[in-house]
């Protein structure tokens, strides 16, 4: 089944624990501490591949968690880095941050990758807390944790040539004829409910990319009918071949017909209106279609061109395709969209580093991610490392500032998950 949709959680894994370790050797007396450093956690990766052609794969799990990185041993011994978790994903899969709508990345090429969410640093192991004053630390860091995110990805198909009209214009018979795509046909509207892509081979190295995309009707940019799914694919393409059918079954008139689906485009995003289209004139074995034929040119004006075929027999298919390519090498192909650059903003000033709020039980609520991952790295249950993650309080200025708040012994403070009871 066709998805081009979806919406998923990501978790990178959380870096392994440093630990508290000493030398115990014989013959070593005052060995020192030797704990080791935790691993890195795991990335989550997205990784194009050109054997996928939907998302189907993320609309039956929408939860992924990476693994952590292994805590460290003695020994001066380090934690193994955890393998990072690897999405794959279609080719023309747009990522965007669920939450503010960014852009992540878009994907566009086989074994093209992003990492969505990087894993967490391993925690430092007493090893590396010692000084001359302090040789024999007992302190060491809790792993990182790792980033978390609501993501959502968006499949545009990568073809060239996208064919608009409306329902049962001839699009899928079309597409059947000149490549060797199987899409569904029938006479009745609606027969296509999923684009399909079809290879168009010339030979001698030349083709293109064709995608029979679900049929319009009037409002379809305000996502009446598959409205938005079909003006999702067709943004890509570099080509559109309108059919419009010179005897409609409903009695509408081919020129009004032609009108509504560029209406339509206008309406979804002006630019795709803009895009280069090649007027086709379908089911031309029906009766009286040469003359709705010449009627419908003389409404789009003299100088207008439009093929005229017919599927079902080959005729016009040879001139179409050739002309489509012709086409195709004037047109360039479209960039690649690419994310944003991070910008990184250094912080000069301590109180940027944390904000001070209440909480509706009158308790102070200490914001911010620097120190969020302060506490998440501390061994709470440790006395050293609590007394160390009280230094760097008072020296990035945060007890200062919750006194100005009006804090008072007893009070209670909540810094992310955890819980602290104030006191001088």
Same mark, same amino acid.
């Given at each position: 089944?066709?998805?081009?949709?979806?919406?998923?959680?990501?978790?990178?894994?959380?870096?392994?624990?440093?630990?508290?370790?000493?030398?115990? @050797?014989?013959?070593?007396?005052?060995?020192?501490?030797?704990?080791?450093?935790?691993?890195? /956690?795991?990335?989550?990766?997205?990784?194009?591949?050109?054997? !996928?052609?939907?998302?189907?794969?993320?609309?039956?799990?929408?939860?992924?968690?990476? /693994? &952590?990185? =292994?805590? %460290?041993?003695?020994?001066?011994?380090?934690?193994?880095?955890?393998?990072?978790?690897?999405?794959?994903?279609?080719?023309?899969?747009?990522?965007?941050?669920?939450?503010? #709508?960014?852009?992540?990345?878009?994907?566009?090429?086989? #074994?093209?990758?992003?990492?969505?969410?990087?894993? %967490?640093?391993?925690?430092?192991?007493?090893?590396?807390?010692?000084?001359?004053?302090?040789?024999?630390?007992?302190?060491? $860091?809790?792993?990182?944790?790792?980033?978390?995110?609501?993501?959502?990805?968006?499949?545009?198909?990568?073809?060239?040539? %996208?064919?608009?009209? +409306?329902?049962?214009? #001839?699009?899928?018979?079309?597409?059947?004829?000149?490549?060797?795509?199987?899409?569904?046909?029938?006479?009745?509207?609606?027969?296509?409910?999923?684009?399909?892509?079809?290879?168009?081979? +010339?030979?001698?190295?030349?083709?293109?990319?064709?995608?029979?995309?679900?049929? !319009?009707?009037?409002?379809?940019?305000?996502?009446? /009918?598959? #409205?938005?799914?079909?003006?999702?694919?067709?943004? &890509?393409?570099?080509?559109?071949?309108? +059919?419009?059918?010179?005897?409609?079954?409903?009695?509408?008139?081919?020129?009004?017909?032609?009108?509504?689906?560029?209406?339509? !485009?206008?309406?979804?995003?002006? =630019?795709?209106?803009?895009?280069?289209?090649?007027?086709?004139?379908?089911?031309?074995?029906?009766?009286?279609?040469?003359?709705?034929?010449?009627?419908?040119?003389?409404?789009?004006?003299?100088?207008?061109?439009?093929?005229?075929?017919?599927?079902?027999?080959?005729?016009?298919?040879?001139?179409?395709?050739?002309?489509?390519?012709?086409?195709?090498?004037?047109?360039?192909?479209?960039?690649?969209? @690419?994310?944003?650059? @991070?910008?990184? @903003?250094?912080?000069?000033?301590?109180?940027?580093?944390?904000?001070?709020?209440?909480?509706?039980?009158?308790?102070?609520?200490?914001?911010?991610?620097?120190?969020?991952?302060?506490?998440?790295?501390?061994?709470?249950?440790?006395?050293?490392?609590?007394?160390?993650?009280?230094?760097?309080?008072?020296?990035?200025?945060? $007890?200062?500032?919750?006194?100005?708040?009006?804090?008072?012994?007893?009070?209670?403070?909540?810094?992310?998950?955890? =819980?602290?009871?104030?006191?001088?």
């Amino acid at each position: 089944m066709f998805y081009d949709y979806a919406k998923v959680y990501i978790k990178s894994g959380d870096g392994g624990n440093g630990i508290v370790a000493f030398r115990r @050797e014989k013959f070593v007396p005052l060995g020192g501490p030797s704990g080791g450093d935790g691993g890195r /956690g795991a990335d989550v990766i997205l990784r194009g591949d050109s054997g !996928l052609s939907t998302l189907m794969d993320f609309k039956y799990k929408q939860h992924y968690k990476a /693994g &952590r990185g =292994e805590n %460290g041993q003695n020994k001066n011994r380090h934690g193994a880095w955890a393998e990072p978790l690897v999405l794959r994903v279609p080719l023309g899969t747009i990522i965007r941050n669920a939450e503010t #709508g960014n852009l992540l990345g878009d994907i566009v090429e086989h #074994g093209q990758e992003l990492i969505i969410a990087k894993g %967490g640093r391993g925690g430092r192991g007493n090893a590396r807390f010692a000084t001359q004053t302090t040789p024999a630390p007992y302190i060491a $860091e809790k792993g990182e944790p790792g980033q978390e995110l609501w993501i959502t990805m968006e499949l545009k198909l990568l073809a060239d040539v %996208g064919l608009i009209g +409306l329902p049962n214009a #001839g699009k899928s018979t079309l597409i059947s004829k000149v490549s060797a795509a199987t899409p569904k046909i029938a006479d009745y509207p609606f027969t296509t409910l999923t684009p399909n892509l079809g290879v168009v081979d +010339l030979g001698d190295g030349e083709g293109f990319v064709i995608a029979d995309l679900p049929g !319009l009707v009037e409002g379809a940019a305000d996502g009446i /009918g598959l #409205g938005h799914r079909f003006l999702r694919h067709a943004e &890509r393409t570099r080509l559109l071949l309108h +059919l419009v059918e010179m005897q409609p079954a409903d009695g509408s008139d081919p020129y009004d017909n032609y009108l509504l689906i560029n209406k339509e !485009l206008e309406l979804f995003r002006p =630019e795709l209106a803009q895009k280069k289209q090649l007027v086709v004139a379908s089911k031309m074995d029906y009766a009286d279609s040469k003359q709705a034929l010449a009627d419908f040119k003389a409404q789009l004006g003299a100088d207008a061109e439009v093929l005229p075929i017919c599927s079902l027999t080959g005729e016009g298919l040879k001139e179409l395709i050739y002309k489509t390519n012709e086409l195709l090498s004037q047109i360039p192909k479209p960039a690649v969209v @690419e994310a944003a650059p @991070e910008i990184k @903003e250094t912080v000069v000033r301590a109180e940027d580093r944390f904000k001070i709020s209440r909480d509706t039980d009158g308790a102070f609520l200490v914001s911010g991610p620097d120190v969020i991952k302060l506490v998440s790295m501390t061994d709470l249950d440790n006395e050293d490392t609590v007394a160390r993650l009280q230094r760097i309080f008072i020296k990035m200025g945060l $007890e200062d500032a919750l006194r100005e708040a009006g804090i008072k012994p007893g009070d209670l403070v909540r810094i992310g998950k955890d =819980e602290f009871e104030y006191a001088e």
